[in-house]
């Protein structure tokens, strides 16, 4: 997530240069054959205009539905720290006290919960867009991932015993067996007594919720943006791209008729073709950085820093000194 008050000029031009490159030569090319007599390869903009028309609409319709996505994945991890919150206070409470050995073991079960879910929702999927050069360079140049740097098992060291370390580790999805883990050792401490049936009903709806959470953020992540959207989106707005520098020949070579300009300005073809179709290509990369919320991209929902957060206040409620620090943005980055 950017944290800071927006991306400058110089951002965007360094994300999108490579795009960049190629709308120059796809608006060179027509102008230098344009100006060496091959004046047949220019077409009327008005269909060029239509083109651009629809394209903009189905654009407009995919980064509003990325911005859903977006949104929606925000909304989830809101839901976790509100209901993470509301568990460590029961969990607290309903067995005697910050000091009882069971509450430690619970709260740093959540956190490992947490930590087991950011890891799976790191984990790249084929139709995900971070192994693009662009996404490449400016991860390598502005940020870092904490999940792909860290060993999970690492991780989750620092809040299970050995056994659960080992027992987690050895399944597929480990955030759904560690909240399993959580829900045998509160029914275990039902049956000794140590809770109400009251209490262990309002646990277990606890639990339930972050299963839920974890299923709609599960939902997000492995449902890709509509391909046949996705793939119509792309394919017109090539068409677009190709077509803008042939559209704009005759505007720009009729510009300087009749004065000193005359055979000078078709040349403007060039940065205004460029400069026109950049505006179209980067606001569908806008589109594209925001469809998968959980990949690790700069526009991400910070998982990282939420999960931090809830340990925080969490261990905080234990009236632990040795807190870990917040996270806080790299470059206006935070993960």
């Known amino acids: 997530m950017n944290a800071g008050k927006k991306y400058t000029l110089s951002e965007f031009i360094y994300w999108t240069r490579r795009h960049i490159y190629k709308l120059l030569i796809l608006s060179t090319i027509p102008t230098i054959l344009y100006f060496l007599g091959w004046t047949f390869l220019s077409i009327t903009w008005v269909p060029v205009a239509m083109l651009g028309t629809a ?37 607290r409470d309903f067995l005697g006290g910050k000091n009882d050995a069971d509450v430690t073991a619970i709260f740093y079960r959540h956190f490992a919960w947490l930590t087991a879910l950011r890891y799976q929702l790191r984990e790249p999927r084929v139709w995900e867009n971070m192994d693009q050069k662009n996404n490449i360079e400016y991860l390598n140049s502005y940020f870092s991932i904490p999940e792909r740097e860290t060993p999970l098992e690492e991780e989750l060291k620092k809040y299970l015993s050995e056994a659960e370390h080992s027992y987690l580790l050895s399944k597929k999805n480990r955030a759904t067996q560690a909240l399993a883990l959580q829900s045998e050792m509160i029914n275990s401490l039902h049956k000794k007594g140590k809770l109400s049936d009251f209490q262990q009903m309002q646990l277990q709806t606890n639990l339930s919720l972050f299963y839920e959470h974890q299923g709609k953020a599960e939902r997000i992540k492995n449902f890709p943006y509509p391909r046949n959207f996705s793939s119509i989106t792309t394919i017109l707005l090539y068409a677009f791209v190709i077509l803008v520098p042939y559209g704009l020949l005759k505007e720009f070579d009729g510009m300087g008729k009749g004065t000193f300009l005359e055979g000078c300005t078709i040349w403007l073809n060039i940065p205004f073709a460029t400069m026109l179709t950049w505006v179209f290509v980067s606001l569908d990369l806008v589109g594209e950085s925001s469809v998968n919320p959980f990949e690790g991209n700069a526009n991400d929902v910070p998982i990282t820093q939420i999960s931090r957060t809830i340990e925080i206040d969490l261990r905080d409620m234990l009236d632990e000194t040795d807190l870990p620090k917040p996270i806080t943005p790299t470059n206006n980055i935070v993960m």
């Not at 919150?85 to 029961?90: M, P, Q, W």
């Open 55 to 91: 394209v903009a609409f189905i654009v407009g319709f995919k980064n509003n539905a990325s911005y859903s996505r977006l949104w929606e994945a925000r909304q989830i991890y809101g839901a976790i720290i509100n209901d993470s919150r509301s568990f460590g206070v029961k969990v």
